[in-house]
Nanobody, 124 residues
């Protein structure tokens, strides 16, 4: 059973930065694509960014392109989401998810493992 634990959320002013971390409990050598999703109050969960197992290939939602950077350190079983120039509309619970799909899917239904989320609040 894969467990994911997010950390790094918090309250930040608009224009500020945060780095989220996602630690995986899985110790076996498996190929998991990792992604960050977010869900704002009253809205559906949406894809933010994803990275392939190798870390070479990354994908971003239009809203994250140019401001967010996803990365992973397989030696530490940890993924990261560096978020810069944060906006009030980025306020949401951010979730880390793992998928065994060969590429990085953007549909949440393709992710079998999820963390509990970390709150990001951006004040104006």
């Amino acid at each position: 059973q894969v467990q994911l634990v997010e950390s790094g959320g918090g309250l930040v002013q608009a224009g500020g930065s945060l780095t989220l971390s996602c630690a995986l409990s899985e110790r076996t050598y498996r190929n998991y694509a990792l992604a960050w999703f977010r869900q704002a109050p009253g809205k559906a969960r949406e894809f933010v960014a994803g990275v392939s197992w190798s870390g070479i290939n990354t994908w971003y939602a239009d809203s994250a392109e140019g401001r967010f950077t996803i990365s992973r350190d397989n030696a530490k079983n940890t993924a990261y989401l560096q978020m810069n120039d944060l906006k009030p509309e980025d306020t949401a619970v951010f979730y880390c998810a793992a998928s065994t799909e060969p590429l990085v899917p953007q549909d949440s239904e393709d992710y079998a493992y999820w963390g509990r989320g970390t709150q990001v609040t951006v004040s104006s």
